[in-house]
């Protein structure tokens, strides 16, 4: 299996503030990871460090081989693509330009789309099934629906990773599976690379092939839904913040 | 059974050839207007036999040294020597200030911004003030009203002080991480150099306060033949630098985690676009005066009629349609009724408001 990302000794954080022990993890081709944890253990700030939003505070970052600081940033956009919580707003945005728009480091000067452009587009579309929306203003679809609009960009930009920060937190109990669905088919036929984010134990988890597991100053532990179940790790790392606040008012019948 | 991309096809909601060609024939049309229409009036039928023999008398003389060239009307003078420059700054200073009020709303993600959101149209009044003012306290009223003053002098001025507050607002853009914080620096600086503009007219004699008070009402008939090629020059240098910045401005749409991802260098770009934006208000500013709501109006009024958001398409439509709102502006300011010009400042609010309000409740109809 090929490997796509690797981390050596890395440190995230800020300000020299370091928010976990050291991270040695790997990411191979074609693999689903779900990078899972609860709100404030440092997802947010891996994911970012990661996608070369920040830089590392110690330790780094190896993609393809090649650190990730000596990328030109326009080199990156073709290594990997973003489909992030916060969502265009702008009122006239369509769903073909903002689909179109994941093309442009594709393109030239004057960012015509050739021929080829417009098969990919359409195919993303087709992908993750929102042909029917092509021409509808973005802010006038449902979350899912925006959400796979997102998915389709980050398909036309063509990178063979793709991150998603907590793709499905807005989703629907239907729209979740679809999700599934279009991962599945992402990492399976097209052999795209996803790292995903979570905040819960979703339902997303169980589809995923690898999980990271943070917790506020805990190591990152890594290892399939099923082993991490097993070793209790899951269990340790989620129940005592998150379960027992959410599930507080079921105990007290 | 998943259909081919032939099966999808891809729809403008809106017909762009047919309203980009409704707005090019509106434009011309209130071209013609400009100058047939004033304090005096020419009918249409003398417009057309001025031009011709213009036109005919200028390419003949090419051809014969013998001819003999038309004697000018008295309708002449009126249209080529004070209607032409001004109708042909009315259109210069609509495609500048509405391009570059599209630039601010973009880059701050906001509706309401516009050319003088950073402040500086604000630096080009203080400029103003500076120069009309303070020579009028030194020097006397007869200084600050030479003509050198009301020509060259104001609007150097101008351009001076909106240019230094557009070199302040590029230094602290790269020293500043949101664009929050550049705007309320920008308005910020807009208080600081009104209240210094204030203070100044304060302390002046009325006399020269009254020149004052004319340049901030804003007028398209300040701008000579004579320098009328170098206003157009960089005006239309701005037009197209704004323009080649659609692919950038398009991405940032999607939000800057986005772009940044898609290869935009945040920190560069918004300063490019600060520059171009800024580049056009100073020029215009300074020739025309501050003239307000252009910038705001225009782009959502393009927004509206194209169904867009597209720059590569909403950059020539804001600008199309800015010339088409100045020179109608600037035919109301000089309607023949009206013995002197009205302050276009004025005209532009009066008209570009009512527009911005008819978009916005027609919006939600155009979001389904």
Not at chain 1, 136 to 160: C, H, W, Y
Not at chain 2, 272 to 278: A, Q, Y
Not at chain 2, 337 to 365: C, D, M, Y
Request: charged fraction near 15%.
């Amino acid at each position: 299996m090929n490997e796509v990302l690797h981390t050596t000794d890395l440190l995230i954080g800020y300000k020299g503030q370091a928010l976990m022990p050291e991270i040695n993890v790997s990411l191979n081709e074609g693999d689903i990871v779900a990078l899972a944890g609860p709100n404030g253990s440092g997802k947010t700030t891996l994911f970012k460090t990661l996608s070369a939003s920040i830089k590392p505070i110690g330790g780094e970052v190896s993609l393809f081989g090649k650190k990730l600081q000596d990328y030109h940033p326009s080199e990156r956009s073709s290594l990997f693509s973003l489909v992030l919580t916060e969502k265009p707003d702008d009122l006239f945005l369509k769903v073909f330009d903002i689909v179109a728009a994941g093309r442009y480091p594709h393109l030239g000067l004057l960012a015509r789309l050739k021929a080829e452009d417009e098969q990919i587009i359409y195919d993303s579309l087709e992908t993750v099934g929102i042909s029917h929306l092509v021409n509808r203003n973005f802010v006038s679809l449902s979350d899912g629906e925006q959400q796979k609009v997102m998915i389709a960009k980050a398909l036309v930009q063509d990178t063979p990773l793709i991150f998603m920060d907590e793709p499905a937190a807005f989703l629907d109990y239907p729209s979740k599976i679809e999700l599934v669905n279009i991962m599945h088919k992402l990492s399976r036929e097209k052999h795209k690379t996803i790292l995903f984010s979570s905040h819960d134990l979703d339902l997303l988890l169980r589809h995923a092939d690898v999980m990271w597991v943070v917790a506020p100053q805990q190591p990152l532990r890594q290892g399939t839904p099923k082993e991490l179940v097993d070793q209790g790790i899951i269990d340790a790392y989620f129940k005592p913040i998150e379960a027992k606040k959410e599930f507080f008012w079921m105990n007290r019948e | 059974m998943t259909p081919t991309s032939l099966d999808i096809e891809r729809r403008h909601t809106a017909p762009i050839l047919l309203i980009s060609l409704g707005i090019i024939a509106v434009g011309l049309l209130l071209f013609v207007m400009n100058l047939c229409f004033g304090s005096v009036s020419i009918p249409f039928a003398e417009f057309i036999k001025d031009c011709y023999y213009s036109i005919r008398d200028s390419v003949m003389t090419v051809f014969d040294r013998e001819w003999v060239c038309n004697e000018p009307s008295t309708y002449h003078t009126i249209i080529f020597e004070y209607r032409l420059p001004g109708a042909i700054t009315a259109l210069l200073a609509g495609i500048g200030l509405s391009v570059s009020g599209l630039l601010m709303q973009t880059l701050f993600r906001n509706p309401l911004a516009d050319p003088s959101l950073l402040g500086i149209s604000s630096g080009a009044s203080l400029g103003v003030a500076l120069v009309v003012l303070l020579a009028g306290s030194f020097g006397g009223i007869a200084v600050s009203t030479l003509a050198l003053w009301s020509t060259y002098g104001v609007a150097l001025a101008a351009f001076v002080g909106a240019f230094l507050v557009l070199l302040l607002i590029l230094a602290l853009s790269s020293q500043l991480k949101s664009m929050v914080s550049l705007v309320l620096v920008g308005i910020m600086i807009a208080y600081i150099a009104g209240s210094v503009t204030d203070i100044l007219k304060f302390f002046s004699q009325k006399e020269v306060l009254h020149s004052f008070v004319i340049w901030g009402m804003g007028s398209f008939s300040n701008v000579s033949k004579a320098q009328l090629p170098f206003f157009a020059i960089t005006v239309m240098v701005g037009t197209v630098g704004a323009f080649l910045l659609f692919k950038t401005l398009n991405l940032l749409l999607l939000g800057e985690r986005y772009a940044e991802n898609l290869g935009v260098n945040i920190r560069r770009s918004s300063m490019l676009i600060i520059l171009v934006s800024g580049f056009l208000t100073a020029i215009i500013t300074a020739f025309c005066g501050p003239i307000a709501f252009l910038g705001l109006a225009v782009p959502h009024i393009a927004r509206f009629l194209f169904k867009s958001s597209d720059h590569k398409l909403l950059i020539p439509a804001t600008a199309f349609l800015g010339m088409d709102l100045a020179l109608f502006c600037n035919l109301i300011a000089r309607l023949p009724s009206f013995e002197s010009k009205l302050p276009v400042n004025s005209v532009t609010a009066l008209i570009g408001a009512p527009i911005v309000l008819w978009v916005i409740f027609h919006r939600q109809k155009v979001l389904k």
